[in-house]
């Protein structure tokens, strides 16, 4: 975390922005940036504040790639998820069942909710397992359906990440509500709701995505799977290649990836949004996944830690 540090030199004092990054799980290297030699006004801190950790991650890129998580964040996660899976695999096959049950039905009901969906989770319970449609508006009911077609879908694909595969993921979550548009990249500029970035032209979509799916399969040499899961959530995010849907699409990649390395799927709850836009925001920002991926390991940890427990 950057912090404002002073140092003396004679009667004078300066003023500089500081952060300690990791070059070895035992080695670290501190960045500075010298602001003057007056105290700076809050508002004046916050601004620099803001450039400087924009620097301190680029600084990171550089240094790492795209390996967001320490050595002991990477031990934690993966022996949580180790264990989670020695708990399901020991599970009779209706205890599994009911385990994947719930958690595809308040999967669907937050990623929905996240975009506006007016259906309760009781309501996205009793449609998905009982199929009763609430007396909500039509469209929030199609795109539960199509949500839970879509993510059984991703549960029960072996094959590899590729551009076809997202356009298939995106017509059958949205062939229903938005036949016009589903499975197609966009043709209209278009932008992510509340944030000051720019997104890809629609000219330039079909490369920009060849380029990720290139990227993708050399990353995933190479990175823990969080890391690459926050890497193609945000890269996805940033292209923004349909017309509409492009969040819940995201979230269905990160996903993929998770389960296509057998680790648990993250359900990225609603009254956490705030959270998940802010470190969206910040990865666009910083241009790499690190903030998202904190944020994912975080809710990782609180998905995963005590399920399945007695």
Do not use: C
């Not at 298939?168 to 229903?176: G, I, N, P, S, V």
């Amino acid at each position: 975390m950057s912090y404002l540090a002073k140092f003396k030199r004679g009667k004078k004092t300066y003023y500089y922005l500081a952060e300690n990054i990791r070059l070895t799980p035992h080695k670290r290297k501190q960045i500075r940036q010298y602001i003057g030699d007056q105290y700076p006004s809050e508002n004046r801190l916050r601004g620099l504040m803001v450039e400087f950790e924009k620097q301190v991650e680029q600084e990171k890129t550089k240094l790492h790639g795209h390996h967001y998580l320490t050595q002991i964040e990477i031990e934690e996660v993966d022996s949580i998820n180790n264990q989670f899976w020695e708990r399901y695999n020991a599970q009779n096959k209706s205890v599994q069942e009911q385990f994947d049950q719930n958690f595809i039905a308040v999967f669907v009901f937050n990623t929905n909710s996240i975009e506006g969906s007016t259906l309760t989770p009781k309501e996205v319970e009793l449609l998905l397992e009982e199929n009763i449609s609430p007396n909500r508006p039509l469209d929030d009911v199609l795109e539960a359906k199509g949500a839970q077609k879509t993510i059984e879908y991703i549960k029960n694909h072996n094959g590899e990440l590729a551009e076809e595969l997202i356009k298939q993921l995106h017509q059958r979550y949205f062939q229903e509500t938005k036949p016009y548009i589903a499975g197609q990249y966009k043709t209209r500029q278009n932008r992510i709701k509340g944030s000051e970035f720019d997104v890809t032209p629609p000219h330039e979509v079909p490369e920009q995505m060849k380029q990720l799916i290139q990227e993708y399969h050399r990353l995933k040499k190479e990175l823990h799977p969080l890391e690459l899961a926050a890497w193609v959530h945000w890269k996805f995010v940033s292209i923004h290649p349909f017309q509409d849907g492009n969040g819940r699409i995201a979230r269905l990649l990160m996903n993929l990836v998770l389960h296509k390395n057998h680790y648990g799927m993250i359900d990225i709850k609603t009254k956490e949004k705030q959270a998940y836009f802010k470190a969206l925001e910040k990865s666009n920002y910083v241009q790499n996944g690190a903030p998202l991926a904190t944020r994912l390991v975080r809710r990782f940890k609180k998905e995963y830690q005590n399920a399945l427990k007695d």
